[in-house]
């Protein structure tokens, strides 16, 4: 929490910055302005930009190349390369893969050369450590 005084001879006015809001105070007339919650301002701005982004990226006529690399709740990761036809299937796509996701998901958006010299790898965590002798430890 923040707060400034200033104090002239004839204004005096206090301004109070707090984690979740603004407040003003003038000194002889006891006014308030409250201004906008600083928590609701953040969410606001970040719901604007997730929005612009996917409007822009499902406006993309063109083909999108990405690599997802997801981990199931068998610790078994797997790394692929996949082509939408354009940036709405690509979305569309991108959301059932978050809504199936039984362990961390992400995509990543690439270049057409490395879409072309990607190879699908899969890597079963548990199996590797059993192998090693440490069947009740993984390491990532």
């Known amino acids: 929490m923040t707060c400034k005084i200033f104090s002239f001879k004839t204004f005096q006015a206090c301004y109070v910055h707090s984690s979740r809001n603004h407040v003003l105070t003038f000194g002889a007339f006891g006014r308030y302005l409250t201004f ?7 969410q606001t701005i970040a719901t604007i930009t997730y929005k612009w982004e996917r409007f822009t990226t499902a406006c993309n006529p063109f083909n999108v190349y990405y690599i997802v690399d997801s981990r199931d709740c068998d610790h078994c990761r797997t790394i692929t390369a996949h082509k939408a036809p354009n940036g709405y299937d690509y979305l569309m796509g991108r959301d059932i893969d978050y809504q199936d996701a039984e362990g961390p998901v992400s995509h990543r958006v690439v270049s057409r050369a490395e879409f072309e010299a990607h190879e699908a790898s899969f890597k079963d965590y548990i199996l590797e450590a059993y192998e090693n002798g440490h069947p009740y430890s993984v390491d990532y």
Do not use: P
Not at 36 to 42: A, E, G, M, Q, R
């Open 36 to 42: 906008c919650d600083n928590h609701k301002i953040d």
